[in-house]
């Protein structure tokens, strides 16, 4: 089988996943009041990044897990909303999402006028330092919110082996134009093209890890056992 074959297949999986949960969320209208599972895999999808070489629709543009580490309790809420940012503020906090920390690079490449020197420095900042960076935090929190989230469900076990891991590693290494002939490419317009990390714009996602990964196309046998399980609707993951 091709590469592109298996885009295919993975991307109709995906949308019949997509519908079983009742359609992919916009991230800014998520809240953590929604019955949300505990552990999954998620999908982001971004607004004029579409797919040109397995059927239509959106091309993924990141894939995630959590909790990956042995015994730790971070569940989905908690991850996205790291990601999309405090709703009432409209901030965040980059270093505790790459996600974030790479839009902003991409922003702020894209605009100069906008650099914020402490960007990207250190594991924790003062307040002083946070308060300078509060625009640029809005404003990712604006491109992430706009941004359409899906996810898998599977409550595993943290730990190197998790099911979790499985998934998320197969899917980036199959979505990544890293080193590859380039299938369903970024858009001309795509934001993750001004980002100064080479691995995002080589692979065409929001992603560093697994990207120059080769995939092992068995991965997608055990994707298909788990949309086929998943229940319809979502209306036990969200409400």
């Not at 949960?21 to 019955?35: D, N």
């Not at 605009?111 to 900042?125: C, K, L, N």
């Amino acid at each position: 089988m091709s590469r592109q074959s298996d885009l295919t297949r993975f991307y109709d999986l995906l949308d019949r996943l997509t519908a079983s949960i009742g359609g992919a969320r916009l991230l800014s209208e998520c809240h953590g009041h929604m019955e949300w599972p505990t552990r999954v895999v998620y999908f982001f999808f971004e607004d004029g990044e579409v797919r040109s070489d397995s059927d239509n629709g959106l091309r993924v543009v990141r894939v995630g897990t959590h909790a990956l580490k042995p015994g730790s309790n971070n569940k989905l809420w908690n991850r996205l909303s790291q990601h999309r940012g405090v709703a009432k503020s409209g901030g965040g906090n980059h270093r505790g999402s790459i996600f974030r920390l790479l839009v902003g690079t991409a922003l702020m490449a894209r605009d100069p006028s906008r650099i914020v020197s402490s960007w990207a420095q250190g594991s924790s900042a003062q307040l002083p330092v946070r308060e300078a960076e509060q625009q640029m935090e809005s404003a990712v929190s604006l491109t992430i919110g706009s941004m359409l989230v899906a996810w898998m469900a599977i409550d595993d076990a943290s730990g190197p082996d998790s099911l979790r891991g499985v998934i998320e590693r197969g899917s980036i290494a199959l979505l990544s134009n890293s080193g590859k002939p380039p299938l369903n490419p970024a858009s001309l317009t795509w934001l993750g093209t001004h980002c100064p990390r080479p691995r995002v714009v080589a692979s065409d996602l929001w992603n560093q890890n697994h990207v120059d990964d080769s995939y092992d196309p068995k991965f997608l046998d055990t994707f298909e056992m788990l949309v086929m399980a998943a229940p319809s609707m979502g209306q036990e993951h969200v409400s």
